[in-house]
DNA sequence: AGTTATTTGTCCGTATGTATA
DNA sequence: ATATACATACGGACAAATAAC
């Protein structure tokens, strides 16, 4: 499976070999990964090596772990559309520890930042999808 | 500097006291943090949790990493304003391993992507605001 | 230009705690 | 209660990139 010759870290090609599994179906959204160790005896490497491959995952949004349970590939949520105001500013950064777990964010989950004279508001990025202003009628 | 009885991890203990540094001007934008043995030593604790709590910072956005070299604070990058066009589609998301890549950008950035009816572009968070459309004259 | 030292990256092992099943 | 599974923390070793000389 795993390549110790190649100048690719063994826990990267552990995370592309995961997303592989992903794509052919044999890991949908919502489907449980192996265990930590299972894992680690599957493609003989530690379980160091597995946990940062995991990492990699979790950054990127694809798998989601909760302590006690296995990890588990992320489900597609429904994205709620939002309109945004008029001649409103969009940022986008990452929340920071403590924000994400005021608003209930999962990690590798970008924070959108929505502004405007009025008012100022944040959305988890897996949840909206922002819809700019339609063109002016008539023209 | 970091108490061991807390129920808090030693790992976002630290990265929780290298984030006052920042705040107090001791660290500020641009500035090299100490390397990870520095840190193990002044905090009396294993590289491991120094690593645990950088890999936080970078995360967030909040540290850049280079191998071989020390790790620095994120410089505030100027970013571009730009206009949304009228009734386009914004998704944001954390960009894959080779998307990041590709891009050149830095770890801990989502990306932002635009999408109308003729085009999907796609922009680095750290380098763009997006402006939606104003208001149409006359009203 | 080349050698050495520094620094981060990767990988291994072990042990214990804590949440879930 | 017991077992499973992830989280945290320790230790060591070597590779690879950079910096210093």
Not at 115 to 137: K, L, Y
Request: without cysteine; proline residues 9%; charged residues 25%.
């Amino acid at each position: 499976m795993l390549d110790r010759r190649s100048p690719v870290s063994l826990y990267r090609q552990l995370a592309h070999n995961l997303l592989d599994r992903m794509r052919t179906g044999e890991l949908p959204p919502g489907a449980d990964l192996p265990s930590e160790n299972t894992l680690s005896h599957e493609y003989g490497v530690s379980r160091d090596v597995v946990r940062d491959a995991m990492a990699v995952l979790r950054a990127e949004g694809t798998i989601v772990t909760t302590r006690g349970r296995r990890s588990s590939v992320r489900r597609t949520t429904t994205v709620e559309e939002l309109h945004a105001p008029p001649a409103a500013r969009i940022t986008v950064r990452m929340p920071t520890y403590d924000e994400r777990h005021r608003l209930d964010m999962l990690e590798g989950v970008p924070l959108i930042v929505i502004h405007t004279d009025e008012f100022e508001s944040h959305h988890p990025a897996d949840r909206v999808a922002i819809i700019t202003p339609p063109e002016p009628a008539g023209l």
